[in-house]
């Protein structure tokens, strides 16, 4: 590992948290913190104006922008950054749609600093960090089944996918989401017949009940 400090950025719209962990992260002769904010738009302005980081810890739950969608903008225009995810989700959902979107990595937020330093310095080096307690979730998500296709492959969101999650947890109909996505009526039902066997339900309901649930939509 190179001498220089691994330069770290917080996003987290828990201000006592991300200045603890930041102090935390500071008292390393390893590691660096050299910004925080508090949603995926501020991290936005920061990285297209400053020095860009080596690892990003990012928290899954924030105002105007929050992890989900900064994880997807940071594959998209960052793609080499590691992203640590400030969130240790039990719903294999959640996990698989931070996997789409880059994320290497998660922590639960009471994490020992001990694991903290390990996992920022596993990052950096390897490009991942994953857990013990995960290790098993995560070799079932990627197994092959007799299809010869993992639960990862099958339960992957496209955008349009899940745009229509999105719009189906509001109070839109069917043909206003229709309209509002630009659908024929046999895309959108074929749509939403798909959505419901990868989420394994069978009325809009429980469309919803379990898009929130698992942090598939965030509202």
Not at 161 to 172: N, P
Not at 185 to 201: H, I
Request: aromatic letters at 8%; glycine letters at 4%.
């Amino acid at each position: 590992m190179s001498n220089e400090k691994i330069k770290v950025v917080l996003v987290d719209d828990h201000v006592l948290l991300r200045n603890a962990l930041a102090t935390l992260i500071d008292s390393f002769d390893t590691c660096s913190t050299i910004h925080q904010c508090d949603n995926g738009n501020k991290l936005i302005s920061f990285m297209r104006n400053h020095q860009l980081p080596d690892v990003i810890l990012l928290d899954l739950n924030m105002p105007m922008m929050n992890g989900f969608e900064t994880a997807e903008w940071l594959k998209k225009n960052y793609p080499d950054i590691p992203v640590l995810m400030l969130t240790m989700y039990d719903s294999e959902l959640s996990l698989i749609r931070l996997l789409q979107y880059g994320v290497k990595g998660f922590l639960k937020k009471d994490i020992h600093p001990d694991e903290l330093r390990f996992a920022l310095e596993t990052v950096s080096e390897t490009g991942y960090y994953f857990p013990n307690q995960l290790t098993n979730t995560l070799v079932n998500l990627f197994e092959k089944k007799e299809d010869n296709t993992s639960k990862v492959e099958k339960s992957m969101f496209n955008e349009e996918e899940l745009i229509f999650l999105e719009l189906s947890c509001t109070e839109l109909t069917y043909k206003e989401i229709a309209l509002q996505m630009d659908l024929t009526p046999r895309k959108t039902e074929a749509l939403r017949e798909l959505l419901f066997t990868k989420l394994g339900v069978k009325t809009r309901v429980g469309l919803v009940m379990i898009s929130m649930k698992n942090g598939i939509v965030i509202k």
